[in-house]
């Protein structure tokens, strides 16, 4: 072997048995490079949702959800002699916003790297705008499947077109064979054989294939329609069999039951063949054209059949020149033409056929393991420069304890069936204190960053389930208001609760609309949002509009068009503004007489509403009065000393200092966390830092209110002990900065920032 051959390749991606294309793709690329290279050793670092049976080659596996294996994944490739590592990325594969936490790991590594991009969209949100361009950053070569791939991003990633390779989806190599040969192998011998396989979504539009087969049937009655694949995974954890239970009723209301095959089967390459070697036409009906990949049609065209399939972009791209019949979207009468037009014309059949295997010939496995190691070599001469990766050694004096885990032992403690218990004696659930809509709000939301940045996922949406119901049954519909408090035998004590309440319920329908990755939620969220909406506008409480304004930026992470929810933020904008020019003065930076309780939340929604509406006055207007906050509860000693709920800070009088509260910590937390994301000043991340310190120990009396035994959170910290409860709300506040703090370091070790802004907690 040469000196400067390849002589070692880590395969980074989902593999087999995990059921999905990529997983397939992964395992066949490393195949196909392994049988055409036999002296290249390949090792494989798959990306995990749960626990796998793995081939030997398989040498590290990276936990989806922990960023921090990522990382560990990154340092097992550095030590082990790798040449070139091969990514395959699809957003859904890897943890974090849109797969962010791909590139803790790119970002660290010391070889070259070359990307195949499966998913390549046209119209990217920021974040994934943001993903692609850290990717292309990373990566010393890019490979995509298809010319409009590689347009895309040209044009829209800025690319550069010379790091660019177009490599076709490999294929099996299969020899042209009558269809005939392989059919009695599943009784369907002198019959016409129609074929779609791979997993099973709602995507695929198989149903409108179904739709056009009582015509064809008319024609052909001989006719069967084999649908092979699995339920995805992950649709079949959500919804569990029902859009296979929908096809099946739309063949059994349509008459065609004896028409129609279901594998239910996630089959291997081998079987795989045979089913394709049967068909005589393969159909992809997807209802979507951003579909940049299919390997399904590439494995079809390739194999030698002929092929019918709606517009989107590979379709497009591989069908042309009479490779293939394009039907519209969505039009099962389209579909009956073509499919009668090609069972009627034999010699039109075998010569799309011919086209497409022609075509085939340089798809096959073999050719394209030579393609790739082509790239491989070209990553290795044209890489881009990095920096190289140091280790920083330092001493126990030096260094100083992470983050806590999230540990929500205490938080299930407090959960039964109806939702959050209010109140603790020390540990134990307070049953005669029952429960309320601000507790069940609080949890909701933290549920929802917990999707973010939480292994249990199963865990965390039964949870979102409990607290949901709650604030779902808690709003009467009547009075288009949410009740809060109710006894432990699940009897409302009230027909309104409060403002602040009312807005903390909007702000947890918000969170749950714009951020939840559930459908469910998503829907629920919506629909209530809006119907208890209009009623904010009528509460006097400067948090429950605060609350509002808070929930309405959330929501429009997904539905930012909504033109009334603009309306109203703006209306408790501006209502806050006029309160604050009302009251402030050179001493006196706030838009009451009293600060009193969860004060940061306020000038939290100034920033956010200024910032989101490119409004410098409401912007500098909450800026200032979170500085004054900070100044009056972190100046003093050094560290954070919240306002004491035992009488509070009333103008021109003695700020009092005791008792403290965790939800005054946990709101300054998030407002500075907030505007650090949007300034990028360090100042605003070392602030939280400091105050999210307060929970651990460095506080008055040097005592931790977090319980690490319990894992629950003591209510407050008085002149001279802590307050041995450990309520819902107590809890929730910690829970709720610990995790905010965990989705920004996620963010932080997934984007290139300097290393001193990674976030370290002391404990005191």
């Known amino acids: 072997m040469p000196n400067d051959a390849i002589q070692k390749i880590a395969f980074v991606g989902d593999y087999v048995p995990r059921m999905c294309g990529i997983a397939t793709f992964t395992h066949d690329l490393r195949t196909a490079v392994a049988n055409q290279y036999p002296q290249c050793e390949s090792i494989i670092v798959p990306v995990s949702d749960k626990k796998y049976k793995y081939p030997e080659e398989v040498r590290f596996e990276i936990d989806e959800q922990d960023i921090s294996s990522y990382q560990r994944a990154s340092d097992f490739i550095n030590f082990n002699n790798i040449d070139v590592v091969s990514l395959q990325h699809e957003f859904g594969i890897f943890g974090g916003h849109s797969g962010s936490y791909i590139l803790a790991l790119l970002r660290d590594l010391k070889m070259p790297v070359v990307t195949t991009l499966h998913t390549i969209l046209n119209e990217p949100t920021h974040e994934q705008m943001k993903i692609m361009k850290e990717l292309i950053k990373y990566s010393a070569r890019?490979?995509?499947?298809?010319?409009?791939?590689?347009?895309?991003?040209?044009?829209?990633?800025?690319?550069?077109?010379?790091?660019?390779?177009?490599?076709?989806?490999?294929?099996?190599?299969?020899p042209f064979v009558d269809p005939n040969f392989y059919k009695d192998q599943f009784g369907v011998e002198g019959k016409y054989v129609l074929l779609t396989f791979g997993l099973l979504s709602p995507q695929k539009g198989i149903e409108n294939v179904?739709?056009?087969?009582?015509?064809?049937?008319?024609?052909?009655?001989?006719?069967?329609?084999?649908?092979?694949?699995?339920?995805?995974?992950?649709?079949?954890?959500?919804?569990?069999?029902?859009?296979?239970?929908?096809?099946?009723?739309?063949?059994?209301?349509?008459?065609?039951?004896?028409?129609?095959?279901?594998?239910?089967?996630?089959?291997?390459?081998?079987?795989?063949?045979?089913?394709?070697?049967?068909?005589?036409?393969?159909?992809?009906?997807?209802?979507?054209?951003?579909?940049?990949?299919?390997?399904?049609?590439?494995?079809?065209?390739?194999?030698?059949?002929?092929?019918?399939?709606?517009?989107y972009w590979h379709a497009e791209e591989l069908l042309s020149d009479g490779r293939g019949v394009l039907v519209p979207f969505g039009d099962p009468k389209a579909i009956a033409k073509e499919l009668i037009t090609l069972l009627q014309d034999e010699p039109m059949r075998h010569v799309m056929r011919k086209k497409a295997?022609?075509?085939?010939?340089?798809?096959?496995?073999?050719n394209v393991a030579h393609l790739y190691m082509e790239c491989f070599q070209k990553a290795r001469l044209t890489r881009s420069e990095r920096i190289p990766r140091t280790f920083t050694v330092k001493t126990l004096e030096e260094t100083r304890e992470e983050l806590p885990k999230i540990r929500l032992d205490h938080l299930i403690r407090m959960s039964d069936s109806t939702g959050l218990l209010h109140h603790a004696k020390g540990s134990i659930p307070n049953f005669s204190e029952g429960y309320c809509t601000d507790d069940n709000a609080r949890a909701l939301i933290l549920t929802i960053y917990l999707e973010e940045v939480y292994k249990d996922l199963d865990l965390v949406q039964s949870l979102a389930s409990n607290y949901a119901s709650f604030i779902n049954y808690a709003f009467n519909t009547e009075l288009k208001r949410f009740r809060n408090f109710m006894s432990y035998d699940r009897k409302w004590l009230e027909e309104v609760g409060s403002d602040d309440s009312h807005g903390r319920a909007i702000w947890a329908l918000g969170v749950c609309a714009g951020r939840s990755r559930y459908k469910k939620f998503q829907i629920w969220s919506v629909q209530l949002f809006n119907e208890a909406l209009p009623e904010l506008i009528k509460l006097s409480s400067p948090r429950a509009w605060?609350?509002?304004?808070?929930?309405?930026?959330?929501?429009?992470?997904?539905?930012?068009?909504?033109?009334?929810?603009?309306?109203?933020?703006?209306?408790?904008?501006?209502?806050?503004?006029?309160?604050?020019?009302?009251n402030i003065s050179d001493d006196w930076y706030w838009c009451e007489n009293i600060v009193s309780y969860d004060n940061a939340v306020i000038p939290h929604s100034l920033i956010i509403s200024g910032w989101s509406m490119q409004n410098k006055d409401v912007y500098q207007m909450g800026i200032n009065a979170l500085k004054w906050l900070l100044d009056i509860q972190l100046k003093e000693k050094g560290y954070f000393r919240p306002i004491g709920s035992n009488g509070f800070y009333k103008r021109n009088e003695t700020k009092n200092n005791y008792d403290q509260q965790p939800l005054e910590a946990y709101s300054t937390v998030s407002a500075c966390l907030d505007?650090?994301?949007?300034?990028?000043?360090?100042?605003?991340?070392?602030?939280?830092?400091?105050?999210?310190?307060?929970?651990?120990?460095?506080?008055?009396?040097?005592?931790?209110?977090?319980?690490?035994?319990?894992?629950?959170?003591?209510?407050?910290?008085?002149?001279?002990?802590?307050?041995?409860?450990?309520?819902?709300?107590?809890?929730?506040?910690?829970?709720?900065?610990?995790?905010?703090?965990?989705?920004?370091?996620?963010?932080?070790?997934?984007?290139?920032?300097?290393?001193?802004?990674?976030?370290?907690?002391?404990?005191?």
């Open 142 to 174: 890019l490979v995509t499947m298809s010319e409009k791939g590689k347009d895309f991003l040209i044009s829209i990633y800025r690319a550069d077109e010379n790091k660019i390779d177009v490599i076709p989806h490999g294929i099996p190599d299969m």
């Open 210 to 311: 179904l739709k056009a087969l009582p015509d064809v049937l008319n024609e052909f009655p001989n006719l069967v329609y084999i649908i092979l694949g699995s339920t995805h995974p992950k649709l079949l954890k959500e919804q569990g069999e029902s859009y296979r239970i929908t096809l099946e009723r739309i063949a059994s209301d349509l008459g065609i039951k004896k028409s129609v095959i279901f594998y239910n089967r996630f089959v291997d390459i081998e079987e795989l063949k045979t089913f394709i070697g049967a068909a005589d036409i393969y159909i992809t009906p997807y209802l979507s054209r951003a579909q940049i990949t299919s390997g399904t049609l590439s494995y079809s065209l390739g194999c030698g059949k002929a092929v019918i399939s709606t517009p």
């Open 357 to 366: 295997y022609m075509l085939g010939r340089g798809m096959v496995w073999n």
């Open 546 to 582: 605060a609350f509002g304004i808070l929930g309405i930026h959330e929501y429009f992470k997904r539905l930012s068009g909504d033109r009334f929810a603009a309306q109203v933020k703006e209306t408790l904008t501006e209502n806050l503004m006029v309160l604050f020019k009302k």
């Open 675 to 764: 505007v650090y994301r949007i300034s990028k000043d360090e100042f605003w991340l070392n602030s939280a830092k400091k105050v999210f310190e307060w929970f651990l120990g460095r506080n008055d009396l040097g005592l931790s209110l977090y319980d690490t035994q319990t894992y629950g959170c003591h209510d407050a910290l008085h002149v001279d002990r802590l307050n041995l409860n450990q309520g819902a709300e107590s809890t929730l506040a910690f829970l709720l900065a610990l995790t905010e703090i965990h989705i920004m370091e996620t963010d932080i070790r997934s984007f290139q920032v300097p290393d001193d802004s990674t976030i370290s907690i002391s404990h005191q």
